[in-house]
């Protein structure tokens, strides 16, 4: 379970770096990488949702010190 969420938190980093994107400079990283809306868009765009629902979990555990 812990390498899925570790991919997951990538995926949500990802997705949160295209929305810091888009907020500061008016550019979709997704839409210009698979185009505007395409399938491959789109399930960019759900695996990166489903990622972020998935690391909600994350709130939850505790975080062990190393």
């Known amino acids: ?3 899925l969420q570790k991919i997951c938190l990538v995926l949500t980093i990802i997705g949160a ?3 810091g994107l888009i907020g500061l400079l008016d ?3 997704v839409s210009f990488l698979f185009g ?3 399938m491959l868009s789109r399930i960019v765009y759900s ?3 489903i990622a972020g629902l998935i690391n ?3 709130l939850f ?3 062990e010190d190393h």
């Open 1 to 3: 379970m812990e390498i």
């Open 17 to 19: 770096i295209n929305w």
């Open 27 to 29: 550019f979709n990283l």
């Open 36 to 38: 505007d809306m395409s």
């Open 47 to 49: 695996l990166v949702g």
């Open 56 to 58: 909600i979990g994350l």
């Open 61 to 63: 555990t505790h975080l």
